[in-house]
């Protein structure tokens, strides 16, 4: 499959259908969501680092890359991988090393790992643009904007005592305006899609007006479903490791099960 055909199932789709892009962790787990009928997936750094057995952030490249290779040979669907910020590779060779796992899209974020800092905005965005350039059409760029996670913008400021509601409000706004200031850029420098992480449903739809892209939103345990998220703005939504979890919790009620006879 193509990054083409991947590009192509982001537009054109009506508010309360948003291309829902499951989760696989393995090559069995990817059989399953492709024969459901989902179009495309997304592997997620948390769910394949678990399967793993690594902590989310700390898997091997070479590993992941193995991984990701696995789960697109498993399917006749296109498939987007979650590599994190990239593992520091040069552009060239991080294309490189996608196109040769075979997936057509991927999932880059604009965090400093050591520091748990958000990336300068322009050097992500001469980041994106390198991966642009070396990849060309041939690949899904999804730039993912880390403002919305805790302690990155607006909310990182305080240790929340005292707060208002006022205060909360000027926070999002500030997040707000971050992420949009990210996105343009991350637009400009040829990412085909945004993924502002975490942030609420209800500024979804002023994210992808005022950006120009795609969003592709979080759906969480408890959140609103996909489709509410699709009429609130999102174009695409993903599931991080929520699915790979949720699948684990029934593996353990299994073992409590087979433990207590």
């Known amino acids: 499959m193509t990054a083409a055909a991947l590009r192509a199932l982001h537009h054109g789709r009506a508010a309360d259908d948003p291309l829902v892009l499951p989760g696989p962790w393995d090559a069995e787990s990817a059989r399953i969501f492709a024969a459901a009928g989902f179009p495309a997936l997304a592997t997620p750094s948390a769910g394949v680092s678990a399967a793993l057995g690594y902590a989310d952030g700390s898997t091997p490249p070479d590993e992941m890359f193995a991984a990701v290779a696995r789960i697109v040979r498993a399917v006749e669907v296109p498939v987007t991988a979650d590599l994190e910020a990239g593992y520091g590779l ?46 060309g059409d041939e690949l899904v760029i999804n730039a993912r904007i880390d403002v919305f996670l805790p302690g990155r913008c607006g909310s990182g400021g305080t240790d929340g005592a005292g707060g208002t509601e006022d205060s909360g409000a000027t926070d999002l706004a500030v997040q707000v305006e971050e992420a949009v200031r990210r996105g343009l850029r991350y637009a400009a420098a040829g990412a085909d899609c945004v993924y502002p992480i975490l942030a609420p449903p209800h500024v979804l739809r002023e994210l992808a007006d005022r950006i120009g892209l795609p969003v592709n939103a979080l759906a969480v345990p408890g959140g609103p479903p996909p489709r509410e998220l699709g009429v609130a703005g999102a174009s695409r939504v993903t599931f991080g490791g929520g699915l790979h979890g949720r699948a684990m919790g029934a593996v353990r009620a299994m073992a409590e099960e087979l433990r207590t006879g």
């Not at 991927?106 to 642009?132: F, P, V």
């Open 90 to 135: 040069p552009a060239k060779e991080l294309v490189e090393r996608i196109a040769a796992a075979g997936a057509v899209g991927c999932n880059i974020e604009d965090s400093d790992h050591r520091s748990g800092a958000l990336t300068d905005a322009g050097r992500q965005a001469d980041r994106l643009a390198e991966i642009r350039a070396a990849a």
